[in-house]
């Protein structure tokens, strides 16, 4: 029994010993595998022409005292979410992923220089690894009174625990006087303004404190007693209007959960867009039974992203909803962006995560959460407005060249990574 226990000790402590470095190896594979994509991907764009994007409109609705505001196309947006900068009289908080030296990029930039110079106090988190290429002269034009977190792909106490030390910022929010907030999956940029149809939400009114609050969690996180965002009360508890915020600093992910807990109650139908598609095995299968019980389901996805690696390990999954009762909808206008669902006709997200396991295990993600019909009712025809630019997968994908299985076989070990 005495050597047992010993043995059980022994094998505990080196199982202690080795977990970081598994966490670690993890940890280090995400940013090796986005980085290698992301050279592939500028290899391939040499060579694609931009095609400007469909733009189906802005849908509004309003739920428990907030005015709701969909968005379909960057340059409404920009110039929206500019003129809120634009009257802010007391705070404004953003958090974003992507931010372009661009024309419109340096929109943003002097809208904030002139907002902190009339006193409205400012805090900015933008992604360190995903602006890798913008010069750092570019942020450095912010005005010294505005408060920024570049967020580091990997913290400084990565070595005490991996997972909870690293991660994308890939939120995408903006919050001005803690009345009004964006929400969804537009980066700044040009490119997005014109050629990604893409989708984003505005929230004006008790709605706004739940992004406020992912905002603050996030950036207080990384900052001292002294240097914090200010708890604010919210206006009212919504029951309607929920906000789920990834914050992989606490080992928390509650998108994913989301998401299942929606397709499991699904009765009538599940409408979803995404624009990489490569989920775990239970996200996958909740699809596949709704449709097994009668469930319309529809996932749209582009017909070419930006990602040519993201591509390939979607299509892996292809045979296996073709052979189930699961519809997938390519998209061919353009590039879309979109991470949106509605289900049957009474639950609805907008937000920044993916359906992959690298949004929803590894990155700091924010989605909306809507419980309405009528706003269900306007996000079912943005979605409708898309399946007009798309082609339904057919039964010849079952009968593609053996080649190309055996590549989609050969990627498998790339899912969690992407």
Request: a neutral charge.
């Amino acid at each position: 029994m005495g050597s047992t226990s010993r043995n059980l000790r022994q094998g505990i402590d080196r199982l202690r010993t080795i977990a970081p470095w598994a966490a670690a190896g993890l940890a280090c594979a995400v940013p090796l595998t986005v980085g290698a994509s992301m050279a592939i991907d500028l290899v391939q764009k040499r060579g694609r022409k931009q095609r400007t994007a469909p733009r189906p409109g802005t849908f509004h609705s309003k739920v428990e005292g907030s005015q709701l505001s969909i968005y379909t196309d960057g340059s409404t947006l920009y110039d929206d979410m500019l003129d809120e900068i634009g009257s802010a009289t007391e705070s404004i908080q953003m958090e974003t992923f992507i931010w372009k030296n661009d024309e419109v990029g340096q929109k943003f930039i002097d809208a904030f220089n002139a907002a902190a110079k009339r006193g409205v106090n400012i805090h900015i988190i933008y992604d360190g690894f995903a602006n890798l290429s913008i010069p750092r002269s570019f942020y450095e034009q912010l005005s010294m009174r505005i408060k920024v977190l570049r967020l580091p792909l990997v913290a400084r106490k990565f070595w005490r625990g991996p997972l909870r030390h690293s991660g994308f910022n890939h939120s995408k929010i903006l919050v001005i006087d803690n009345d009004v907030a964006f929400v969804g999956g537009f980066n700044i940029g040009s490119l997005y303004a014109r050629h990604w149809r893409d989708t984003h939400l505005k929230a004006a009114g008790p709605g706004t404190w739940g992004l406020r609050q992912s905002i603050a969690r996030v950036w207080n996180e990384f900052h001292d007693s002294d240097n914090q965002i200010e708890w604010v009360a919210p206006t009212a508890w919504e029951s309607k209007l929920r906000v789920s915020a990834n914050l992989p600093i606490q080992l928390v992910y509650p998108i994913r959960s989301m998401y299942l807990n929606a397709f499991e109650r699904a009765q009538d139908r599940i409408w979803l867009t995404t624009p990489y598609f490569i989920p775990d095995q239970q996200l996958l299968n909740a699809l596949i039974d709704a449709a097994a019980r009668g469930v319309d389901v529809r996932i749209m996805v582009p017909q070419e992203s930006n990602h040519i690696l993201g591509d390939y390990l979607s299509r892996g999954f292809f045979e296996q909803m073709q052979r189930s009762d699961v519809t997938v909808l390519l998209y061919t206008a353009a590039m879309i962006h979109s991470k949106i669902a509605t289900v049957d006709g009474k639950w609805s997200t907008v937000g920044t995560a993916n359906i992959d396991r690298l949004s929803l295990t590894f990155n700091y993600e924010t989605n909306v959460e809507v419980i309405d019909p009528d706003f269900a009712a306007e996000m079912e025809k943005a979605f409708l407005s898309d399946a007009e630019h798309c082609e339904v997968l057919g039964t010849d994908w079952l009968d593609r060249h053996p080649l190309t299985q055996i590549a989609e076989s050969a990627l498998k070990p790339m899912r969690p990574f992407l």
